[in-house]
């Protein structure tokens, strides 16, 4: 079975610069206007829902237009162009992109009161999908909303903006779109910084620090008084700390107090840290507190970019390392913490980069891949490495005294080179999934 609605004012709407301009078209429910046609008209309830005995739900799945006394802001609002209605799934039309919804999918993502807990926000799951089947499908408000009336009599309203929002799609969802560099390109951006007085005293200076993460992969915080109290201050006002083996706080100096590379003053080619923790941690903070020596600038290499730039310059050696599992490890007395994870980790369905685990210092035994593939890995492992260690991939910036560095671990590898003279490192490490809790509830994920 296939039904097409097409819904043919989409453009015009598109083309209206606010809601006021196209005020003859006028629609069953009022919701939450843009700030523009708020001032003119006021805000009304969006969570009111559309009453299902007042409008038409057709069977031969055709819309209709109800009118009401309220003018609609169209301005944010995705909106469906068409539906097909098949036999088991919906097509939706959206911005030149297809949806495929299954009514499977549909029905379990009923955010009905009886199907979802509004106080908790979790889904009733004592709730049993029945009669997936739809017998009235309907788009309202031109395009933003969609109604279903299931064979079990059961009603359903989605918001389009929340179906493109959260179901399947290859497009990228990202809110902040990363910036991939290379030598180049860095130094032709001004340098992320924020200032410390900004940074403590105001919400703006955090904000600006989580979009420098989320689109260069790093961001300074310059003139932080140099202890290590202000080091954890300055930290604590971004997440909480994740406490490690090394503890909440640590300290790297040349003092070989952890069987480290990291404790001598030799140069550390780039990598990302703690690949050996199932979830490596997410942001590290390194704060300068001395130096007077010279020398051990810091490194950094955007490992998204080198990554994008083998898949493609070979497709193969970059599909490779994001199948094969390589383990990682981290011993000393006391302690032998170990993990599986892959080099790179592609999201499922945009297939855009998500993590680089690049740390050969830390390799532990490969004893997860099998020996016929072992040759092809390494071939594949070397040219990744070439493009992590090419200085046309390398941003080196010294890091003086009083400048605090948060390195988005996840995404962007660091190194320093040798150095003389007495160097001291207060840092911490921020949990991932913490501080992408905090850009998201900022709208910036
Ligand atoms: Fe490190
Ligand atoms: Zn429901």
Redesign the pocket.
């Known amino acids: 079975m296939l039904s097409r609605i097409v819904f043919p004012l989409r453009q015009q709407i598109r083309n209206a610069r606010h809601c006021q301009n196209i005020t003859e078209i006028q629609v069953l429910t009022s919701r939450t206007a843009c700030s523009s046609c708020a001032a003119t008209y006021g805000n009304r309830d969006r969570s009111r829902p559309t009453d299902y005995n007042n409008s038409a739900i057709l069977p031969e799945n055709k819309f209709v237009t109800v009118k009401s006394s309220f003018p609609r802001c169209l301005s944010s609002e995705a909106a469906i162009t068409a539906i097909e209605k098949r036999d088991r799934y919906l097509e939706l039309h959206h911005e030149g992109q297809v949806f495929t919804i299954p009514y499977m999918w549909l029905r379990d993502h009923c955010r009905c009161s009886h199907c979802f807990n509004e106080e908790t926000g979790q889904k009733n799951v004592s709730h049993k999908i029945s009669g997936i089947g739809a017998s009235g499908v309907e788009l309202e408000e031109f395009g933003t909303t969609l109604k279903i009336l299931w064979e079990d009599g059961h009603k359903t309203e989605y918001s389009v903006q929340w179906l493109v929002d959260n179901s399947y799609s290859t497009e990228s969802k990202k809110k902040t779109i990363p910036l991939l560099w290379d030598s180049a390109k860095i130094h032709s951006e001004p340098m992320p910084v924020v200032d410390y007085e900004s940074y403590k005293t105001s919400e703006t200076g955090i904000r600006e620090t989580m979009y420098n993460l989320l689109r260069y992969g790093f961001s300074v915080v310059e003139g932080v008084p140099t202890s290590p109290q202000d080091t954890e201050e300055v930290v604590l006002n971004l997440n909480f700390v994740e406490e490690t083996l090394f503890g909440k706080m640590f300290y790297i100096m040349p003092n070989n107090e952890r069987p480290d590379t990291?404790y001598t003053n030799t140069e550390?080619g780039a990598?990302n840290?703690t690949c050996y923790f199932t979830a490596p941690i997410g942001v590290?903070a390194l704060h300068c507190l001395m130096h007077d020596g010279t020398g051990g600038e810091t490194l950094l290499v955007d490992g998204f970019q080198v990554a994008e730039k083998l898949r493609q310059e070979d497709p193969a050696a970059f599909t490779n390392l994001t199948n094969q599992i390589v383990p990682h490890e981290y011993v000393e007395e006391g302690f032998h913490i170990h993990s599986h994870g892959r080099v790179l980790t592609i999201h499922p369905a945009s297939k855009e980069m998500e993590n680089i685990r690049f740390n050969p210092y830390d390799m532990a035994p490969l004893d997860t891949i099998p020996p016929n593939e072992v040759e092809q890995f390494y071939k594949d492992y070397k040219k990744l490495t070439k493009l992590i260690y090419d200085p046309a991939n390398s941003f080196w910036f010294k890091l003086h005294p009083g400048m605090l560095v948060f390195i988005n671990n996840w995404r962007v590898l660091?190194g320093r080179a040798s150095f003389t003279g007495k160097r001291v490192l207060s840092g911490a490490y921020i949990p991932y999934h913490d501080w992408m809790s905090k850009a998201r509830v900022a709208g910036l994920v």
């Open positions: 990291a550390l990598h840290d590290m660091h």
